[in-house]
């Protein structure tokens, strides 16, 4: 007989078995979450935190700078300024996090952002030594500045400007428009006098450019605190503080929001926008759920960038608080980073105003936006919310308005275009392998659950049935036994000998007493 302990001990490994594999098959999208949650959220030593303090991503960046073919003509309001894009100019990044700080008690980490930016002949258009004309940004933004100014100051600086200022355009090599930066006697005089007399002509570098000093620069990007999603994993990589502050300096109403471009609150759901955290622009970015694709093998989120991401506060409320003081309420289409830029009149928009009111189009020569070329494009993998690719197209203009203290005293206003960038992303093969790995091991944790619980009810019953069946077969074996005792003792029965074929037909015939036998 099977012992009753072995009994008792299989069939509560089955039951526990049983139980535990229909349980993770019920709840396998939890299960796989929690996982996730406990693989993703950044703390020290961590694999994740290791990628994420360098990416390992394919990071291009192509720049286009329009180039001013009819600066001659800058004085004359009836002549529309005409422009030239040249490029692009391949740049390839390789971006790391430094000085990494751990803060456990709000469950944050600060860092410092640098980047390397290395010029790709092979892939560029342009080289670094083509000439470009652009209106003169240091003047401009000297006079928007000035506005502000006390009188006396104000008049000073007209004197100097009568010296220094008088040129109209500025003819630099794309390099030095882009990161290689260049002075001019205007910054050099700003360096002569101290910050703390004259804060106003206080300017932070001693060159100026589009990409300056961006190149090997940590504090352009400046100090970022984000959280790890320890205590809430909601906030994975969401922005807590930005310069120290949970504010910007640009936009102090306005509540400092964003993912830094790494994480999203997962699992991505249809629908819902996800927004970034731009130093560049000092704001957050909102980007529309588009729909779904199939990214190499793998589902993907579309994002899309829509006309309501550069849509003054009258045309989307939620840019209201980014228009404050001496902010210029301009049609949608662009938006205002002024205070972002040093004071200096600069705006943000698509390129070549793409998806912008067709005024700032009309007013330019050489405008041709084009979906394809100019539409921002994201695609996130739901899931994991992990990146799959990023065409990131954004351009910054420069408003030039005819002051009458201005060299531009007879110009027409106009948003004169600067430079472009088409910031592109793209997922690594080994990230993507693992990102490919998840659905088979999803795959497979259902497989082995099904297989558990199979196990599991085949031991619940194993030892019942093997009880049923011998208890079957000892009861055929006893109704067996009866049987042949029956046949064993009935006195009807001869011994077999009366069945033998050498006995057949002959006839027994009882013999009287004193006869003998006859044959």
């Not at 005293?409 to 430079?419: A, M, Q, V, Y």
């Not at 005792?485 to 033998?500: C, M």
Request: net charge neutral; hydrophobic share 40%.
């Amino acid at each position: 007989m099977i012992a009753k302990n072995r009994i008792l001990r299989t069939s509560a490994l089955g039951i526990l078995l049983a139980t535990c594999g229909l349980t993770a098959l019920i709840y396998m999208e939890v299960i796989q979450r929690l996982v996730l949650q406990w693989f993703m959220v950044l703390k020290p030593g961590a694999f994740i935190t290791d990628l994420w303090q360098s990416p390992s991503m394919d990071i291009t960046v192509d720049l286009y700078i329009f180039n001013w073919t009819n600066s001659e003509s800058v004085s004359d309001p009836t002549v529309k300024p005409r422009f030239e894009e040249l490029g692009p100019y391949r740049f390839t990044e390789r971006m790391q996090k430094v000085n990494v700080q751990w803060h456990d008690h709000n469950s944050t980490v600060s860092y410092m952002r640098r980047s390397r930016f290395d010029f790709d002949p092979e892939h560029s258009a342009g080289r670094p030594s083509d000439p470009i004309v652009a209106p003169n940004v240091l003047i401009v933004g000297i006079y928007q500045k000035m506005l502000l100014w006390s009188p006396m100051l104000r008049s000073l600086m007209l004197m100097a400007l009568n010296f220094y200022g008088k040129e109209r355009t500025m003819v630099r090599r794309a390099g030095d428009w882009l990161f290689d930066g260049f002075d001019t006697p205007l910054i050099k005089m700003s360096k002569l006098v101290p910050p703390s007399l004259v804060p106003e002509v206080d300017f932070p570098y001693e060159k100026i450019g589009y990409g300056y000093p961006r190149n090997g620069s940590m504090e352009i990007y400046g100090h970022h605190n984000v959280y790890t999603g320890q205590d809430d994993f909601k906030k994975l990589g969401q922005i807590a503080r930005w310069r120290y502050n949970n504010f910007t300096e640009a936009s102090p109403r306005c509540q400092l929001r964003g993912s830094t471009g790494e994480f999203h609150p997962i699992p991505l759901v249809k629908g819902r926008p996800i927004s970034y955290f731009l130093p560049d622009l000092c704001r957050e970015i909102q980007v529309d759920y588009s729909g779904t694709t199939i990214f190499k093998g793998v589902e993907a989120y579309v994002y899309r960038g829509s006309a309501r991401n550069f849509a003054n506060g009258t045309d989307n409320p939620e840019h209201k608080c980014y228009c404050q003081e001496n902010c210029q309420e301009v049609r949608s289409g662009l938006l205002n980073i002024s205070s972002c830029w040093y004071g200096a009149p600069v705006f943000a928009s698509y390129p070549h105003f793409f998806k912008a009111d067709p005024y700032y189009g009309e007013h330019v020569e050489g405008m041709k936006p084009d979906k394809d070329r100019h539409e921002m494009v994201i695609m996130l993998e739901p899931i994991t919310g992990m990146m799959l690719e990023i065409k990131a197209r954004i351009m910054v203009n420069l408003l030039v308005e005819p002051k009458h203290v201005s060299v531009y005293r007879n110009s027409r206003k106009t948003f004169f275009p600067l430079i472009w960038a088409d910031y592109n992303v793209h997922i690594t093969d080994d990230l993507l392998g693992y990102l490919k790995l998840r659905p088979i091991l999803e795959t497979v944790g259902k497989i082995c659950c099904i297989l558990g619980v199979t196990l599991g009810v085949l031991m619940v019953f194993w030892y019942p049935h093997q009880l049923f069946w011998q208890k079957r077969l000892i009861h055929k074996i006893e109704i067996n036994t009866l049987e042949t005792n029956r046949i064993s003792v009935d006195p009807t029965k001869s011994s077999g000998v009366e069945d033998s074929p050498l006995l057949n037909g002959l006839q027994y015939v009882g013999v009287k007493e004193g006869e003998g036998c006859a044959l």
